[in-house]
């Protein structure tokens, strides 16, 4: 599951993870910086999953004369959402990837379900 091109107004998205539907929400506009963002998980009967293990992998692909940057943030139960904070580096185009284990699994495990942000693009600086 992917998304287009991420510009004004924040980053607002649900799609379909397994059996589960996923909202995402990072508030404001991409930026350079930590970026806060909150998932929430439902089941298919739209029952907050509140037992999982969340994790967001992220990165920027490889560019002439630079590697590419991947990094994980764990995500932290708060208030019925998932909450973790992007540290994104450099303007440019990031993916990101939610994974989402079953309670008690570890997101780290193979056994997840995934929801896929095709890119975040950062246009500029901001502070």
Same mark, same amino acid.
């Given at each position: ?5 991420? &510009? /004004?107004?924040?980053?607002?998205? !649900?799609?379909?993870?397994?059996? &589960?539907?996923?909202? +995402?929400?990072?508030?404001? !506009? *991409? ?11 439902k #089941? ?7 037992? /999982?293990?969340? /994790?967001? #992998? &992220? ?8 590697? /590419? ?13 998932y ?9 440019? *185009?990031?993916?990101a ?8 699994? #570890?997101? #780290?495990?193979?056994? &997840?379900d995934?929801?896929? +942000?095709?890119? +975040? ?7």
């Amino acid at each position: 599951m992917t998304t287009g091109w991420v &510009y /004004a107004k924040g980053l607002e998205i !649900t799609k379909k993870a397994g059996d &589960y539907t996923v909202a +995402i929400n990072m508030g404001k !506009t *991409p930026f350079v910086g930590n970026n806060n963002l909150e998932v929430a998980v439902k #089941d298919a009967k739209g029952n907050a999953v509140t037992n /999982a293990a969340v /994790a967001i #992998d &992220y990165g920027m692909p490889a560019m002439p004369g630079m590697p /590419a940057m991947n990094y994980t943030a764990k995500a932290t139960a708060a208030d019925g959402k998932y909450k973790a904070v992007l540290d994104l580096s450099m303007s440019g *185009p990031w993916t990101a990837t939610v994974k989402i284990a079953k309670g008690g699994q #570890d997101a #780290d495990d193979q056994d &997840y379900d995934r929801c896929e +942000i095709e890119k +975040i693009e950062i246009e500029r600086l901001r502070s």
